[in-house]
């Protein structure tokens, strides 16, 4: 056993000024006496103390090292400092899903009587999550349309806390205009919050646009192959301070096994985005041409109403698309049944191309009130276009598609 003085210097990586790509490999990682390559995995719930005063001193926080695992965990640790430098932000608190991420940044940051304006196009659950849940604790909610920024500066009040909005938005593709927004936030004194889940800092980097906060799904694109579930927020130390204590006190907290599944996912993170959105344009392009499709949601595509402002924002258009049959929920359905390849599945992120009916999956617990307001038709249909040959998933959607 080497003594641990040593594992300074040539043991570490060097990652001054690194790239990208260099930083999805290396960056968090800190190798131990062991002298391993690979990242380990710290399955552990508790840490020892050398006295009772150096226990008392870790829980107070006087002095700097591991508790419990509830919200410190070297694993998770190498994966939050890793994303953190993927994004450009100081911190990084991983949660248990994308979910709990949402929710951990609003208990963390708003109390009863507080305000929340929300883009109306967001994910079903997080629609549920802010009616069912937040509500209950008298946080104020207003919806909006994502695109209209008069609209976000008309709702704002007094009491409004928080900005929150997906972009590109699942399953629209819409494009919020970050930059404006964040100027808004910032005149109007309240938190940007921007769920990356789509983009992932591959393609689109929302605190370098003026965002406060980023959320993330880890569970998609970051893991690249449907294995685990977890989250993620990054920000300023500031903002993630707060996090990080509702993981101490409440515990929606990421497994160090699914953490490393993620350090690994990261490795990969840029080749498969380039991939994914290559795949997805040609698979869009193919869509717009066909006879049966009335409507094509692609941000890469120059038809996209938002295009120009996409590729201001984001380097490539993504894997995620939505598109629209004629005859309504009736042929939707029959596209989707006649795939034989792609997954029926309402998860996306994943190697493997998947299809889901948005209006009665991911967004099915929202009345059709709610549904209408955000856009969402049934005759809609998303795919989150994997790594196959584009070729045999245009031959997998030919087949239902033709038969309309």
Same mark, same amino acid.
Request: contains cysteine; proline residues 3%; charged residues 20%.
């Given at each position: 056993?080497?003594?641990?003085?040593? !594992?300074?210097?040539?043991?570490?990586?060097?990652?001054?000024?690194?790239?990208?790509?260099?930083?999805?490999?290396?960056?968090?990682?800190?190798?131990?006496?062991?002298?391993?390559?690979?990242?380990?995995?710290?399955?552990?719930?508790? &840490?020892?103390?050398?006295?009772?005063?150096?226990?008392?001193?870790?829980?107070? *926080?006087?002095?700097?090292?591991?508790?419990?695992?509830? &919200?410190?965990?070297?694993?998770?640790?190498?994966?939050?400092?890793?994303?953190?430098?993927?994004?450009?932000?100081?911190?990084?608190?991983?949660?248990?899903? *994308?979910?709990?991420?949402? &929710?951990?940044?609003?208990?963390?940051?708003?109390?009863? #009587?507080?305000?929340?304006?929300?883009?109306?196009?967001?994910?079903?659950?997080?629609?549920?999550? !802010?009616?069912?849940?937040?509500?209950?604790?008298?946080?104020?909610?207003? &919806?909006?349309?994502?695109?209209?920024?008069?609209?976000?500066?008309?709702?704002?009040?007094?009491?409004?806390?928080?900005?929150?909005?997906?972009?590109?938005?699942?399953?629209?593709?819409?494009?919020?205009?970050?930059?404006?927004?964040?100027?808004?936030?910032?005149?109007?004194?309240?938190?940007?919050?921007?769920?990356?889940?789509?983009?992932?800092?591959?393609?689109?980097?929302?605190?370098?646009?003026?965002?406060?906060?980023?959320?993330?799904?880890?569970?998609?694109?970051?893991?690249?192959? @449907?294995?685990?579930? *977890?989250?993620?927020?990054?920000?300023?130390?500031?903002?993630?301070?707060?996090?990080?204590?509702?993981?101490?006190?409440?515990?929606?907290?990421?497994?160090?096994?699914?953490?490393?599944?993620?350090?690994?996912?990261?490795?990969?993170?840029?080749?498969?985005?380039?991939?994914?959105?290559?795949?997805?344009?040609?698979?869009?392009?193919?869509?717009?041409?066909?006879?049966?499709?009335?409507?094509?949601?692609?941000?890469?595509?120059?038809?996209?109403?938002?295009?120009?402002?996409?590729?201001?924002?984001?380097?490539?258009?993504? @894997?995620?698309?939505?598109?629209?049959?004629?005859? #309504?929920?009736?042929?939707?359905?029959?596209?989707?049944?006649?795939?034989?390849?792609?997954?029926?599945?309402?998860?996306?992120?994943?190697?493997?191309?998947?299809?889901?009916?948005?209006?009665?999956?991911?967004?099915?617990?929202?009345?059709?009130?709610?549904?209408?307001?955000?856009?969402?038709?049934?005759?809609?249909?998303?795919?989150?276009?994997?790594?196959?040959?584009?070729?045999?998933?245009?031959?997998?959607?030919?087949?239902?598609?033709?038969?309309?």
């Amino acid at each position: 056993m080497k003594d641990f003085s040593e !594992f300074n210097g040539r043991y570490q990586s060097d990652l001054t000024d690194a790239g990208f790509d260099t930083l999805a490999v290396r960056a968090g990682q800190v190798r131990t006496h062991e002298c391993e390559h690979s990242e380990a995995i710290f399955t552990t719930s508790s &840490y020892v103390f050398n006295s009772a005063a150096e226990a008392a001193a870790r829980f107070s *926080g006087e002095v700097p090292g591991n508790v419990y695992s509830r &919200y410190m965990n070297p694993t998770v640790r190498t994966f939050e400092e890793r994303l953190a430098a993927l994004e450009g932000g100081e911190l990084c608190a991983a949660t248990a899903s *994308g979910m709990a991420a949402i &929710y951990s940044v609003c208990i963390a940051h708003m109390q009863a #009587g507080d305000h929340l304006v929300s883009s109306r196009s967001v994910f079903g659950s997080t629609n549920i999550q !802010f009616e069912r849940y937040l509500r209950k604790f008298n946080v104020d909610i207003t &919806y909006v349309d994502l695109l209209d920024i008069d609209a976000w500066r008309a709702a704002i009040k007094d009491n409004t806390k928080m900005l929150f909005l997906e972009s590109p938005s699942n399953p629209l593709t819409e494009i919020a205009d970050i930059r404006a927004l964040a100027e808004l936030a910032k005149e109007t004194n309240t938190l940007l919050v921007v769920d990356n889940c789509f983009c992932t800092p591959a393609l689109q980097k929302p605190l370098a646009l003026g965002a406060d906060l980023v959320i993330h799904s880890a569970t998609k694109y970051i893991d690249g192959q @449907g294995r685990c579930i *977890g989250g993620a927020v990054v920000g300023s130390a500031e903002l993630i301070e707060p996090v990080v204590g509702v993981l101490r006190s409440v515990g929606p907290t990421m497994s160090p096994f699914n953490a490393w599944v993620f350090l690994k996912g990261l490795e990969t993170l840029g080749l498969r985005m380039k991939a994914h959105s290559e795949n997805a344009l040609a698979l869009a392009q193919w869509l717009e041409q066909h006879p049966k499709v009335t409507k094509v949601n692609y941000v890469g595509l120059p038809t996209h109403p938002q295009h120009e402002l996409a590729m201001s924002q984001q380097t490539l258009g993504g @894997g995620v698309l939505s598109f629209e049959v004629a005859g #309504g929920r009736e042929a939707a359905w029959k596209v989707i049944d006649a795939t034989r390849m792609i997954s029926i599945t309402a998860n996306l992120g994943d190697t493997k191309t998947t299809v889901t009916h948005p209006g009665t999956t991911t967004h099915g617990r929202l009345t059709d009130e709610q549904r209408d307001a955000a856009g969402i038709s049934q005759a809609l249909i998303r795919i989150a276009v994997g790594l196959e040959d584009v070729r045999d998933i245009i031959a997998d959607l030919a087949s239902g598609l033709d038969a309309l």
